[in-house]
């Protein structure tokens, strides 16, 4: 039988047996193999700095081969004295022409600030305006509201009309630059280059305008007998107030009252000078032998009169200047012609004659009268007067004529449908209307006929009286 192998025991030993190593600490930053993102972003800069520098290099080396410098180009740059002394010379020329303009400017804002007015800039901006409001009926003319009351005058070449509800100011093509309402009972206009005035008679009211607008109203609170302006914009008011019969408002063209006289007598007429410096005024009263005129001239900032002078028995109508030293006064009498210190030079007598109408100019120097005698009154006389009270024109009319007109060198009076001009040699030309003409206006050489709602054009029909 096999032996059975006893199981072997381990062999001890004496030595001692061997230690494990202990674990090596492993350092945190080997945790990490990868880059942190702040080396990232560092290690980027360095990259994108260093191409960027690659690039400039490139750049200067293409610069360098490709182009040259303006002098290699264009060779040495040569100066032309002459040139350069003119061009200092015009350099100091346009800081001159600046210079000047701006002392122009702040001169003509000084000297002339009442003239630099929103109405002037209108005026200068009237074509402009496409808009312009028009009351046409046939193509060019005038229209308007018929009104009895309707009163007209021209204005800068234009046609005023007042009625007791509004004005209007026309253009020659029919257009109305102006338009507004008005409550005037016994409506009256003046006009001069600067100003239109329009009045009303009874109750005292009165307002000023230019081509675009109002530009001043007020009222005297009592009726106004006269009013005058002048083409400079000085204007006067005739009226009355509580303590005297009769007070004459003087206000410059900035609506300044420059003077004040005061009256205890009617004022029956006021008339600037065509400087517009001097006023001649006339009144009248109640005196020991009946009625009286007064005649008054003076300064227009004065209250002391250049002339003082009382005409007995007569009861003015109007008293004008007809020149630049001597006037007349248009009365119950007839027509006084004096000189401006008041010497009486010439007299004509209507005693005996039924006066119509009278109309004086001075533009033209003449005073025409408009009558019938007394012995025969179906026949209507003109008689037209020059400035040394010389008669220059006579004429006879078969038929009733009214309203005397002086245009240019002519005399225009109406009759119903007719319109009669008169020259100074005699000849007669005349025009036949289909409706009745109302008024004819005239001034330098614009003229205006104008019937109830219209105005037309005449068409002279000429023949030799």
Known sequence: MAEQKQPQKKKTSNQPSKVEKPAKNVRVKRLFRG???????????????????ALQKQEESYQSERFVSPEEALGPVIYNERYLKKASVYRYLRYGVVILLVVFLLGMLNLFKEEITIENFRYLMRNVNFELRTELGEAGSISYDSNPLNTFAIYKDSLAQLSDRQIAIYDASGRT???????????????????????DRTGGAYSLYTGFSQVHTSTTGYPIADADL??????????????????????????????????????ASVDLADDGKTLLISSYYVGDTGICTELMILSID???????????????????????????LVCDQGVKFY?????????????????????????????????????DTSIYQLCVLDADGKTVLEQTFPQAVEQITFFEDRMILLSGNTAFSLAKDGTVSRFENETAIRTVIAKGDVLYFCTATRVIEPEWSTKKN
């Open 302 to 328: 004065s209250d002391k009169p250049s002339l003082l002078l009382t005409v007995e028995g007569a009861m003015p109508l109007e008293a004008a200047w007809i020149s630049d030293d001597s006037f007349v």
């Open 35 to 53: 880059k942190t993102p702040q080396k990232k972003k560092e290690q980027t800069a360095l990259q994108e700095q260093k191409r960027e520098k």
């Open 230 to 267: 002048s083409d400079e914009g000085v204007y006067v008011i005739a009226s009355r107030s509580k303590e005297y019969f009769g007070v004459v408002e003087v206000y410059s063209s900035s609506f300044q009252l420059m003077n004040k006289i005061q009256k205890n007598k009617y004022i």
């Open 177 to 199: 630059s102006y338009t507004g309402n008005l409550h005037y009972d016994s409506p009256a206009l003046a006009a001069s280059e600067k100003y239109l005035l329009a009045f």
């Open 339 to 375: 000189n401006q210190s008041g010497k009486l030079y010439d007299e004509y007598d209507i005693s005996g004659k039924k006066v119509i109408e009278y109309n004086v100019s001075p533009q033209n120097s003449r005073i025409a009268f408009l009558y019938k005698e007394a012995t």
